[in-house]
């Protein structure tokens, strides 16, 4: 099994990500981490912080590599590239996330998921996340994580999103000849998007690659537990515009989305319906792309006219909420107050151990 850990200047959260990976069950074949750093300054750093698991039971276990890019590429080249460049034919492969959590169970199910049905691509829940506070603790949201026993269902096309789909840490894939053609495609379906930006218009690659896998004929299913939780720096909380974390803008991408599925020729599967889901998303944040200074308005004229959206009132209250929210920092507001509260505050170490031991609340 190859756990891919794209890491890009996130080295407070780095350390407690890797000591998820290796407090996890084993699983029933060789392990290998590779640790792509993204940020060549960090260097240094990063192999100092890997490094000082070396005492841990599990880390003798794992085979660990660092890949260090020259320069930063974009993000879809680091998580991808990674994969192409170190995956074994048929293996398992995870993305993992460098300030995410792992589940205690989550490889293990992963991979003997995708090994007993032979899929391509596994899609896993999302248990709540993590915001990253100064020191040792962190402040949790979310639902008490729960085992389960492995158990997973095929998707369809029809049935995928409920199970994850844009997250890089809902993904687990086998690396087949399906994969690897699906990420082909993939790179077709955006470099159509040429007058987008290309690390922009890449963003959303995890989606369309659950898209493509499916026109490709391939095999997918979905897991009845949570694999990860989602984890995310204090200032990136704080600073986050309009509820897009990462300085992303959350209507943008949606929108880019909808206008690249009604410009493919899809031959194996009707995305009617996940054309729709997506356009009535974009419509709700289509207000706010007007105040937001992260959009290119140029490019956003040319979406409204090529690829118009239905706006109603009730996208406008929608909207409206968000960006009162934004200019009043009410969600930064409600987050200070809930931890200086001490509202779902743990130190790492206990929070890790709860989580193992299935008390987490």
Same mark, same amino acid.
């Given at each position: 099994?190859?756990?891919?850990?794209? *890491?890009?200047?996130?080295?407070?959260?780095?350390?407690?990500?890797?000591?998820?990976?290796?407090?996890?069950?084993?699983?029933?074949?060789?392990?290998?981490l590779?640790?792509?750093?993204?940020?060549?300054?960090? #260097?240094?750093?990063?192999?100092?912080?890997?490094?000082?698991?070396n005492?841990?039971?599990?880390?003798?276990?794992?085979?660990?590599?660092?890949?260090?890019?020259?320069?930063?590429?974009?993000?879809?080249?680091?998580?991808?590239?990674?994969?192409?460049?170190?995956?074994?034919?048929?293996?398992?492969?995870?993305?993992?996330?460098?300030?995410?959590?792992?589940?205690?169970?989550?490889?293990?199910?992963?991979?003997?998921?995708?090994?007993?049905?032979?899929?391509?691509?596994?899609?896993?829940?999302?248990s709540?996340?993590?915001?990253?506070?100064?020191g040792?603790?962190?402040?949790?949201?979310?639902?008490?994580?729960?085992r389960?026993?492995?158990?997973?269902?095929?998707?369809?096309?029809?049935?995928?999103?409920?199970?994850g789909?844009?997250?890089?840490?809902?993904?687990?894939?086998?690396?087949?000849? *399906?994969?690897?053609?699906?990420?082909?495609?993939?790179?077709?379906?955006?470099?159509?998007?040429?007058w987008?930006?290309?690390?922009?218009?890449?963003?959303?690659?995890?989606?369309?690659?659950?898209?493509?896998?499916?026109?490709?004929?391939?095999?997918?299913?979905?897991?009845?537990?949570?694999?990860?939780?989602?984890?995310?720096?204090?200032?990136?909380?704080?600073?986050?515009?309009?509820?897009?974390?990462?300085?992303?803008?959350?209507?943008?991408?949606?929108?880019?989305m909808?206008?690249?599925?009604?410009?493919?020729?899809?031959r194996?599967?009707?995305? *009617?319906?996940?054309?729709?889901?997506?356009?009535?998303?974009?419509?709700q944040?289509?207000?706010?792309?007007?105040?937001?200074?992260?959009?290119?308005?140029?490019?956003?004229?040319?979406?409204?006219?090529?690829?118009?959206?239905?706006?109603?009132?009730?996208?406008?209250?929608?909207?409206?909420?968000?960006?009162?929210a934004?200019?009043?920092?009410?969600?930064?507001?409600?987050?200070? #107050?809930?931890?200086?509260?001490?509202?779902?505050?743990? #130190?790492?170490?206990?929070?890790?151990?709860?989580?193992?031991?299935?008390?987490?609340?």
């Open positions: 099994m190859l756990v891919v850990l794209p *890491t890009y200047k996130r080295l407070e959260c780095l350390g407690l990500s890797l000591q998820s990976v290796f407090e996890n069950e084993p699983v029933a074949e060789a392990m290998r590779v640790i792509a750093n993204n940020y060549p300054p960090h #260097r240094a750093k990063v192999e100092e912080i890997v490094t000082s698991f005492l841990h039971p599990n880390y003798e276990k794992w085979h660990v590599v660092f890949h260090h890019w020259p320069a930063t590429v974009p993000a879809v080249d680091n998580w991808y590239g990674t994969i192409a460049q170190y995956a074994g034919e048929g293996e398992v492969v995870l993305l993992h996330g460098d300030d995410d959590l792992l589940t205690p169970w989550s490889l293990h199910h992963r991979c003997e998921a995708l090994q007993t049905t032979k899929s391509d691509l596994l899609l896993s829940g999302v709540g996340s993590v915001t990253f506070l100064d040792e603790k962190l402040h949790y949201q979310g639902v008490t994580p729960l389960g026993d492995g158990t997973t269902v095929p998707l369809t096309a029809e049935i995928f999103e409920s199970y789909n844009v997250f890089i840490g809902s993904h687990t894939y086998r690396y087949t000849d *399906t994969f690897k053609r699906a990420t082909q495609l993939v790179k077709e379906w955006t470099d159509g998007q040429d987008v930006d290309y690390d922009t218009r890449n963003l959303m690659f995890p989606y369309y690659l659950v898209l493509a896998v499916f026109e490709l004929k391939g095999k997918m299913v979905g897991a009845k537990w949570h694999g990860c939780i989602r984890g995310t720096a204090l200032s990136e909380r704080l600073n986050a515009r309009f509820n897009a974390s990462y300085g992303w803008s959350t209507g943008w991408l949606l929108w880019l909808v206008e690249r599925l009604k410009a493919i020729s899809f194996n599967m009707n995305v *009617t319906a996940v054309s729709q889901s997506i356009s009535r998303q974009a419509a944040w289509y207000v706010t792309l007007w105040f937001d200074n992260r959009v290119n308005k140029k490019l956003l004229r040319r979406l409204r006219q090529t690829c118009p959206l239905e706006v109603k009132f009730s996208d406008l209250l929608f909207a409206a909420r968000v960006m009162l934004q200019w009043l920092g009410l969600k930064a507001l409600a987050l200070r #107050r809930q931890i200086s509260g001490g509202i779902s505050v743990y #130190r790492q170490e206990r929070f890790l151990a709860e989580l193992k031991n299935g008390t987490l609340a």
